[in-house]
Protein backbone atom coordinates (compact mmCIF):
# COMPACT_ATOMS: atom_id res chain seq x y z
CA UNK A 1 0.00 0.00 0.00
CA UNK A 2 1.15 3.44 -0.94
CA UNK A 3 0.46 4.94 2.57
CA UNK A 4 2.39 3.18 4.34
CA UNK A 5 6.45 4.00 3.74
CA UNK A 6 8.10 0.68 5.21
CA UNK A 7 11.35 1.93 4.00
CA UNK A 8 11.20 5.19 6.32
CA UNK A 9 9.76 2.87 8.65
CA UNK A 10 12.84 0.42 8.51
CA UNK A 11 15.34 3.38 9.02
CA UNK A 12 14.15 2.98 12.80
CA UNK A 13 15.08 -0.84 13.21
CA UNK A 14 18.68 -0.68 13.21
CA UNK A 15 19.29 -3.85 13.28
CA UNK A 16 17.32 -4.62 9.99
CA UNK A 17 20.35 -2.88 8.19
CA UNK A 18 22.49 -6.06 9.41
CA UNK A 19 24.21 -8.94 7.56
CA UNK A 20 24.27 -12.55 8.63
CA UNK A 21 26.39 -14.62 7.12
CA UNK A 22 27.12 -11.78 4.41
CA UNK A 23 23.66 -11.88 3.14
CA UNK A 24 21.11 -8.91 3.63
CA UNK A 25 18.91 -10.26 6.93
CA UNK A 26 15.98 -11.29 6.42
CA UNK A 27 14.36 -11.36 9.97
CA UNK A 28 11.03 -13.53 9.69
CA UNK A 29 11.15 -14.65 13.95
CA UNK A 30 9.19 -12.00 14.94
CA UNK A 31 6.57 -14.20 16.52
CA UNK A 32 8.85 -15.43 18.97
CA UNK A 33 10.37 -11.44 19.72
CA UNK A 34 10.18 -8.18 17.54
CA UNK A 35 12.97 -5.99 16.42
CA UNK A 36 13.10 -2.76 18.62
CA UNK A 37 12.89 0.65 17.41
CA UNK A 38 15.48 3.58 18.22
CA UNK A 39 12.87 4.97 19.78
CA UNK A 40 12.40 2.37 21.93
CA UNK A 41 16.56 1.52 22.27
CA UNK A 42 16.97 5.35 23.46
CA UNK A 43 14.41 5.31 25.82
CA UNK A 44 16.00 2.99 27.76
CA UNK A 45 19.31 4.43 27.13
CA UNK A 46 18.04 7.46 28.66
CA UNK A 47 16.72 6.07 31.64
CA UNK A 48 20.39 4.60 32.60
CA UNK A 49 22.12 7.53 31.52
CA UNK A 50 19.60 10.38 32.95
CA UNK A 51 17.14 8.91 35.28
CA UNK A 52 18.61 5.71 36.78
CA UNK A 53 16.73 5.12 40.40
CA UNK A 54 14.93 2.65 42.15
CA UNK A 55 10.93 3.04 42.09
CA UNK A 56 8.56 4.36 44.96
CA UNK A 57 11.88 4.27 47.49
CA UNK A 58 12.87 7.54 47.71
CA UNK A 59 12.17 11.05 47.65
CA UNK A 60 14.80 12.14 45.35
CA UNK A 61 14.86 14.14 42.16
CA UNK A 62 15.81 10.64 40.48
CA UNK A 63 13.89 8.64 42.54
CA UNK A 64 10.65 10.22 41.41
CA UNK A 65 11.96 10.49 37.62
CA UNK A 66 12.27 6.54 37.58
CA UNK A 67 9.05 5.92 39.46
CA UNK A 68 7.12 8.22 37.20
CA UNK A 69 8.53 6.17 33.96
CA UNK A 70 7.56 3.11 35.44
CA UNK A 71 4.01 4.47 36.24
CA UNK A 72 3.77 6.36 32.89
CA UNK A 73 4.05 2.84 31.17
CA UNK A 74 1.50 1.51 33.21
CA UNK A 75 -0.77 4.55 32.24
CA UNK A 76 -0.11 3.93 28.42
CA UNK A 77 -0.71 0.23 28.74
CA UNK A 78 -4.04 0.92 30.40
CA UNK A 79 -4.52 3.17 27.63
CA UNK A 80 -3.61 1.24 25.04
CA UNK A 81 -5.60 -1.90 25.86
CA UNK A 82 -8.40 -0.09 27.40
CA UNK A 83 -8.37 -1.33 30.91
CA UNK A 84 -10.66 0.98 32.38
CA UNK A 85 -8.39 1.69 35.11
CA UNK A 86 -4.56 1.99 35.58
CA UNK A 87 -5.37 0.00 39.05
CA UNK A 88 -5.89 -3.34 37.24
CA UNK A 89 -2.65 -3.38 35.31
CA UNK A 90 -0.12 -5.42 36.54
CA UNK A 91 3.09 -4.80 35.37
CA UNK A 92 4.85 -8.75 35.30
CA UNK A 93 8.07 -10.04 33.81
CA UNK A 94 6.28 -11.25 30.16
CA UNK A 95 3.15 -13.25 29.92
CA UNK A 96 4.72 -16.51 31.81
CA UNK A 97 4.72 -14.55 34.75
CA UNK A 98 1.10 -13.34 34.56
CA UNK A 99 -0.27 -16.84 33.60
CA UNK A 100 1.87 -18.31 36.78
CA UNK A 101 0.13 -15.17 38.70
CA UNK A 102 -3.00 -16.66 37.76
CA UNK A 103 -2.45 -20.16 38.05
CA UNK A 104 -1.00 -19.87 41.82
CA UNK A 105 -3.32 -16.61 43.48
CA UNK A 106 -6.59 -17.08 41.18
CA UNK A 107 -7.10 -21.15 40.68
CA UNK A 108 -4.91 -22.67 43.10
CA UNK A 109 -6.92 -21.59 46.41
CA UNK A 110 -10.21 -22.42 44.17
CA UNK A 111 -9.59 -25.82 42.92
CA UNK A 112 -10.88 -29.06 44.85
CA UNK A 113 -10.39 -32.39 43.76
CA UNK A 114 -12.76 -33.03 40.73
CA UNK A 115 -12.76 -29.67 38.90
CA UNK A 116 -11.36 -28.76 35.66
CA UNK A 117 -9.53 -26.05 33.83
CA UNK A 118 -10.45 -26.02 30.34
CA UNK A 119 -7.53 -24.70 27.43
CA UNK A 120 -7.19 -25.67 23.48
CA UNK A 121 -5.01 -27.96 21.74
CA UNK A 122 -3.05 -24.90 20.19
CA UNK A 123 -1.83 -23.13 23.49
CA UNK A 124 1.92 -22.48 24.31
CA UNK A 125 2.93 -24.42 27.22
CA UNK A 126 2.63 -21.73 29.03
CA UNK A 127 -0.93 -21.75 28.91
CA UNK A 128 -1.35 -25.63 29.36
CA UNK A 129 1.61 -26.07 32.35
CA UNK A 130 0.85 -23.75 34.72
CA UNK A 131 -2.78 -24.93 34.77
CA UNK A 132 -0.96 -28.31 34.86
CA UNK A 133 0.94 -27.52 37.54
CA UNK A 134 -1.96 -26.52 39.98
CA UNK A 135 -3.77 -28.68 38.61
CA UNK A 136 -1.56 -31.66 40.11
CA UNK A 137 -1.59 -30.09 43.39
CA UNK A 138 -5.55 -29.88 43.71
CA UNK A 139 -6.79 -32.83 42.26
CA UNK A 140 -8.09 -30.79 39.18
CA UNK A 141 -7.42 -31.97 35.64
CA UNK A 142 -6.40 -29.85 32.70
CA UNK A 143 -8.77 -30.39 29.18
CA UNK A 144 -8.46 -29.43 26.16
CA UNK A 145 -10.94 -28.25 23.03
CA UNK A 146 -9.92 -29.39 19.69
CA UNK A 147 -8.97 -27.65 16.75
CA UNK A 148 -9.97 -28.64 12.93
CA UNK A 149 -7.24 -29.53 10.31
CA UNK A 150 -7.58 -25.69 9.26
CA UNK A 151 -6.06 -25.02 12.41
CA UNK A 152 -9.45 -23.25 13.84
CA UNK A 153 -10.95 -24.16 16.82
CA UNK A 154 -14.03 -26.13 16.64
CA UNK A 155 -15.75 -23.59 19.09
CA UNK A 156 -18.89 -26.02 19.62
CA UNK A 157 -16.97 -28.20 21.18
CA UNK A 158 -15.15 -25.71 23.32
CA UNK A 159 -18.76 -24.47 24.58
CA UNK A 160 -19.46 -28.40 25.46
CA UNK A 161 -16.86 -28.43 27.26
CA UNK A 162 -17.61 -25.58 29.63
CA UNK A 163 -19.11 -28.08 31.94
CA UNK A 164 -19.82 -26.68 35.72
CA UNK A 165 -16.64 -28.68 36.64
CA UNK A 166 -14.74 -25.56 34.74
CA UNK A 167 -12.94 -23.22 37.43
CA UNK A 168 -11.64 -21.42 34.79
CA UNK A 169 -11.28 -21.11 30.59
CA UNK A 170 -7.72 -20.46 28.73
CA UNK A 171 -7.64 -19.74 24.95
CA UNK A 172 -5.09 -17.55 23.42
CA UNK A 173 -6.18 -14.80 21.16
CA UNK A 174 -3.66 -15.52 18.59
CA UNK A 175 -1.73 -18.89 17.65
CA UNK A 176 1.80 -18.59 18.11
CA UNK A 177 2.23 -21.27 15.32
CA UNK A 178 -1.22 -21.32 13.10
CA UNK A 179 -1.76 -17.41 13.40
CA UNK A 180 -5.45 -17.88 13.69
CA UNK A 181 -7.36 -15.24 15.63
CA UNK A 182 -9.84 -17.23 17.91
CA UNK A 183 -13.19 -15.80 18.41
CA UNK A 184 -12.51 -14.64 21.67
CA UNK A 185 -15.71 -12.29 22.20
CA UNK A 186 -17.68 -14.97 21.72
CA UNK A 187 -16.22 -17.20 23.60
CA UNK A 188 -16.11 -14.38 26.68
CA UNK A 189 -20.15 -14.31 26.13
CA UNK A 190 -20.72 -17.86 26.46
CA UNK A 191 -18.09 -18.26 29.41
CA UNK A 192 -20.12 -15.44 31.19
CA UNK A 193 -23.15 -17.06 30.33
CA UNK A 194 -21.92 -19.69 32.63
CA UNK A 195 -20.39 -18.40 35.15
CA UNK A 196 -16.63 -19.61 34.44
CA UNK A 197 -13.59 -17.31 34.21
CA UNK A 198 -11.99 -16.67 30.81
CA UNK A 199 -8.29 -15.77 30.66
CA UNK A 200 -6.85 -14.63 27.20
CA UNK A 201 -3.04 -15.19 26.07
CA UNK A 202 -3.09 -11.87 24.00
CA UNK A 203 0.96 -12.49 23.23
CA UNK A 204 0.44 -12.40 19.45
CA UNK A 205 -2.31 -10.39 19.10
CA UNK A 206 -0.88 -7.02 20.03
CA UNK A 207 1.83 -7.41 18.23
CA UNK A 208 -0.92 -6.98 14.96
CA UNK A 209 -3.99 -5.79 16.12
CA UNK A 210 -5.39 -2.92 18.69
CA UNK A 211 -6.90 -4.81 22.17
CA UNK A 212 -9.89 -3.50 23.98
CA UNK A 213 -9.81 -5.49 27.27
CA UNK A 214 -13.14 -4.44 28.06
CA UNK A 215 -14.99 -5.23 24.90
CA UNK A 216 -13.52 -8.86 24.91
CA UNK A 217 -15.27 -9.36 27.93
CA UNK A 218 -13.06 -11.71 29.22
CA UNK A 219 -11.00 -11.94 33.18
CA UNK A 220 -7.96 -11.72 32.46
CA UNK A 221 -5.53 -10.61 29.72
CA UNK A 222 -1.62 -11.58 29.82
CA UNK A 223 0.61 -10.17 27.53
CA UNK A 224 4.44 -9.68 26.72
CA UNK A 225 6.08 -6.55 26.13
CA UNK A 226 9.28 -8.24 23.69
CA UNK A 227 6.66 -9.34 20.86
CA UNK A 228 6.00 -6.01 20.83
CA UNK A 229 8.59 -3.31 19.93
CA UNK A 230 9.58 -3.28 23.83
CA UNK A 231 12.51 -4.65 25.83
CA UNK A 232 12.24 -8.44 27.47
CA UNK A 233 11.36 -8.96 30.56
CA UNK A 234 8.06 -7.00 30.24
CA UNK A 235 4.69 -7.62 30.55
CA UNK A 236 1.26 -7.33 31.87
CA UNK A 237 -1.67 -9.24 33.59
CA UNK A 238 -4.83 -7.15 33.32
CA UNK A 239 -7.93 -8.19 35.29
CA UNK A 240 -11.00 -7.51 36.00
CA UNK A 241 -10.78 -5.44 39.85
CA UNK A 242 -13.07 -8.64 41.84
CA UNK A 243 -10.36 -10.84 40.79
CA UNK A 244 -7.39 -8.74 41.85
CA UNK A 245 -8.74 -7.57 45.38
CA UNK A 246 -9.69 -11.47 46.04
CA UNK A 247 -6.40 -12.53 44.69
CA UNK A 248 -3.78 -13.31 47.55
CA UNK A 249 -0.47 -11.98 46.90
CA UNK A 250 1.76 -14.89 45.54
CA UNK A 251 5.19 -12.78 45.40
CA UNK A 252 6.11 -11.60 48.60
CA UNK A 253 9.09 -9.06 49.55
CA UNK A 254 9.26 -5.14 48.60
CA UNK A 255 6.79 -2.94 47.39
CA UNK A 256 3.78 -5.15 47.72
CA UNK A 257 3.13 -4.31 51.61
CA UNK A 258 1.31 -1.45 54.04
CA UNK A 259 2.71 -2.78 56.90
CA UNK A 260 4.91 -5.65 57.67
CA UNK A 261 4.84 -7.00 61.42
CA UNK A 262 5.79 -10.42 63.00
CA UNK A 263 2.50 -10.50 64.06
CA UNK A 264 0.71 -9.99 60.97
CA UNK A 265 1.67 -8.40 57.46
CA UNK A 266 -0.78 -6.31 55.63
CA UNK A 267 -0.74 -5.86 51.91
CA UNK A 268 -0.90 -2.92 49.40
CA UNK A 269 -3.56 -2.36 46.97
CA UNK A 270 -3.77 -4.08 43.30
CA UNK A 271 -2.07 -3.38 41.55
CA UNK A 272 1.05 -2.72 43.43
CA UNK A 273 0.31 -6.21 45.88
CA UNK A 274 1.55 -8.15 43.05
CA UNK A 275 4.62 -6.17 41.98
CA UNK A 276 7.23 -7.32 44.69
CA UNK A 277 10.50 -5.87 44.59
CA UNK A 278 12.21 -3.73 42.00
CA UNK A 279 10.91 -3.93 38.36
CA UNK A 280 12.11 -3.46 35.38
CA UNK A 281 11.92 -0.13 35.15
CA UNK A 282 14.49 0.47 32.37
CA UNK A 283 12.26 -2.14 30.38
CA UNK A 284 9.06 -0.62 31.44
CA UNK A 285 10.41 3.23 30.47
CA UNK A 286 10.84 0.90 26.67
CA UNK A 287 7.39 -0.16 26.70
CA UNK A 288 6.06 3.26 27.04
CA UNK A 289 8.25 4.63 23.74
CA UNK A 290 6.94 0.74 22.17
CA UNK A 291 3.16 2.41 22.29
CA UNK A 292 3.79 5.56 21.16
CA UNK A 293 5.77 4.23 18.04
CA UNK A 294 2.35 1.79 17.66
CA UNK A 295 0.16 4.65 18.18
CA UNK A 296 2.36 6.70 15.47
CA UNK A 297 1.78 4.28 13.01
CA UNK A 298 -1.97 3.35 13.62
CA UNK A 299 -2.86 -0.25 13.58
CA UNK A 300 -4.93 0.30 10.60
CA UNK A 301 -1.88 1.01 8.66
CA UNK A 302 -0.18 -1.33 9.90
CA UNK A 303 -3.14 -4.08 9.40
CA UNK A 304 -3.29 -3.27 6.01
CA UNK A 305 -0.21 -3.88 5.78
CA UNK A 306 0.66 -6.99 7.25
CA UNK A 307 -2.33 -8.53 5.53
CA UNK A 308 -0.93 -7.73 2.42
CA UNK A 309 2.50 -9.72 3.44
CA UNK A 310 0.55 -12.43 4.94
CA UNK A 311 -1.16 -12.88 1.11
CA UNK A 312 1.56 -12.41 -0.72
CA UNK A 313 3.90 -14.50 1.00
CA UNK A 314 1.27 -16.92 0.83
CA UNK A 315 1.14 -17.33 -2.31
CA UNK A 316 5.10 -17.40 -3.23
CA UNK A 317 4.92 -20.27 -0.44
CA UNK A 318 1.86 -22.17 -2.99
CA UNK A 319 4.33 -22.06 -5.83
CA UNK A 320 6.90 -24.28 -4.18
CA UNK A 321 6.66 -27.88 -5.08
CA UNK A 322 5.79 -30.20 -1.88
CA UNK A 323 5.19 -27.69 0.96
CA UNK A 324 2.71 -27.90 3.06
CA UNK A 325 0.94 -24.87 5.54
CA UNK A 326 -0.24 -25.61 8.76
CA UNK A 327 -3.12 -23.04 9.37
CA UNK A 328 -5.67 -21.79 7.50
CA UNK A 329 -7.92 -20.20 9.10
CA UNK A 330 -10.20 -17.96 7.76
CA UNK A 331 -8.81 -14.80 10.13
CA UNK A 332 -5.25 -15.20 10.90
CA UNK A 333 -2.42 -12.82 11.31
CA UNK A 334 0.65 -12.82 9.61
CA UNK A 335 2.18 -16.29 10.74
CA UNK A 336 2.81 -19.02 8.73
CA UNK A 337 4.30 -22.31 9.95
CA UNK A 338 5.09 -24.97 6.78
CA UNK A 339 6.71 -28.01 5.92
CA UNK A 340 8.38 -29.26 2.27
CA UNK A 341 7.94 -33.22 1.51
CA UNK A 342 11.07 -34.74 2.44
CA UNK A 343 13.14 -32.37 4.00
CA UNK A 344 13.30 -31.97 8.48
CA UNK A 345 12.63 -28.50 9.88
CA UNK A 346 15.67 -27.99 11.13
CA UNK A 347 18.14 -28.62 8.36
CA UNK A 348 16.17 -26.23 6.55
CA UNK A 349 16.34 -23.47 9.15
CA UNK A 350 19.38 -24.11 9.62
CA UNK A 351 20.82 -23.54 5.85
CA UNK A 352 18.10 -20.60 5.25
CA UNK A 353 20.16 -18.65 8.23
CA UNK A 354 23.26 -19.31 6.01
CA UNK A 355 21.28 -17.33 3.68
CA UNK A 356 20.64 -14.38 5.97
CA UNK A 357 17.37 -15.77 6.51
CA UNK A 358 16.16 -16.05 10.05
CA UNK A 359 12.91 -18.34 10.59
CA UNK A 360 12.24 -20.59 13.58
CA UNK A 361 12.19 -24.51 13.49
CA UNK A 362 10.59 -26.71 16.12
CA UNK A 363 7.49 -27.44 18.08
CA UNK A 364 7.23 -23.67 19.10
CA UNK A 365 6.73 -24.36 22.33
CA UNK A 366 3.06 -25.80 21.02
CA UNK A 367 3.88 -29.92 21.70
CA UNK A 368 -0.13 -30.73 21.40
CA UNK A 369 -0.34 -28.70 18.43
CA UNK A 370 2.60 -30.88 16.67
CA UNK A 371 1.00 -33.92 18.02
CA UNK A 372 -2.31 -32.83 16.79
CA UNK A 373 -0.91 -32.64 13.24
CA UNK A 374 1.67 -35.83 13.50
CA UNK A 375 4.66 -33.92 12.87
CA UNK A 376 7.80 -33.35 15.41
CA UNK A 377 8.26 -29.91 14.00
CA UNK A 378 7.66 -26.92 11.06
CA UNK A 379 9.30 -24.01 9.86
CA UNK A 380 7.61 -20.58 10.51
CA UNK A 381 7.54 -17.51 9.18
CA UNK A 382 6.27 -14.51 10.97
CA UNK A 383 5.84 -11.42 9.50
CA UNK A 384 5.98 -7.84 11.16
CA UNK A 385 5.12 -4.36 9.50
CA UNK A 386 8.70 -3.74 8.61
CA UNK A 387 8.75 -6.83 6.32
CA UNK A 388 8.90 -5.75 2.76
CA UNK A 389 7.64 -7.65 -0.14
CA UNK A 390 11.38 -7.95 -1.76
CA UNK A 391 12.06 -9.88 1.60
CA UNK A 392 9.53 -12.35 0.88
CA UNK A 393 11.04 -13.05 -2.66
CA UNK A 394 14.49 -13.48 -0.83
CA UNK A 395 13.29 -15.82 1.58
CA UNK A 396 11.50 -17.62 -1.58
CA UNK A 397 14.74 -17.93 -3.46
CA UNK A 398 16.22 -18.98 -0.21
CA UNK A 399 13.76 -21.64 0.22
CA UNK A 400 14.02 -22.95 -3.49
CA UNK A 401 17.69 -22.98 -3.33
CA UNK A 402 17.75 -25.04 0.41
CA UNK A 403 15.35 -27.16 -0.84
CA UNK A 404 17.32 -28.18 -3.93
CA UNK A 405 20.59 -28.68 -1.42
CA UNK A 406 18.33 -31.01 0.74
CA UNK A 407 16.66 -33.20 -2.26
N1 LIG B 1 1.92 -17.38 24.75
C1 LIG B 1 2.16 -17.29 23.45
C2 LIG B 1 1.03 -17.50 22.47
C3 LIG B 1 3.45 -17.01 23.00
O1 LIG B 1 3.69 -16.94 21.68
C4 LIG B 1 4.48 -16.81 23.93
C5 LIG B 1 5.90 -16.51 23.50
N2 LIG B 1 6.43 -17.39 22.54
C6 LIG B 1 4.17 -16.90 25.29
C7 LIG B 1 2.88 -17.18 25.66
C8 LIG B 1 5.21 -16.71 26.35
O2 LIG B 1 5.66 -15.39 26.38
P1 LIG B 1 6.95 -15.03 27.26
O3 LIG B 1 8.01 -16.02 26.88
O4 LIG B 1 7.29 -13.65 26.80
O5 LIG B 1 6.55 -15.10 28.67
Not at 44 to 62: G, M
Request: glycine share 8%.
Amino acid sequence: SADFDVQRIRRDFPLLARTVHGKPLVYFDNANTSQKPLQVIEAVDNHYREHNANVARAVHQLGEEATAAYENARDKLATFINAGSREDVVLTSGTTQSMNLVAYSYALPRLKPGDAILTTVMEHHANIVPWQLVAARSGATVKAAPIDQRGELIVEKFFDMLTPEVKLACVTHVSNVLGTVNPVRDIARECRRRGIPLLVDGSQALPHRPVDVQALGCDFYALTGHKMLAPTGTGVLWAKREHLQAMPPFFGGGEMIREVRFDGTTFAEPPHKFEAGTPNIAGFAGVGAAIDYYQSLGFSAIRAWEHELLIYATERLREIPGLRIFGEAAEKEPVISFLIEGAQATDMATLLDLEGVAVRSGHHCAHPLMQFYGVPATLRASLAFYNTREEVDAFVAALLKVRKLLM
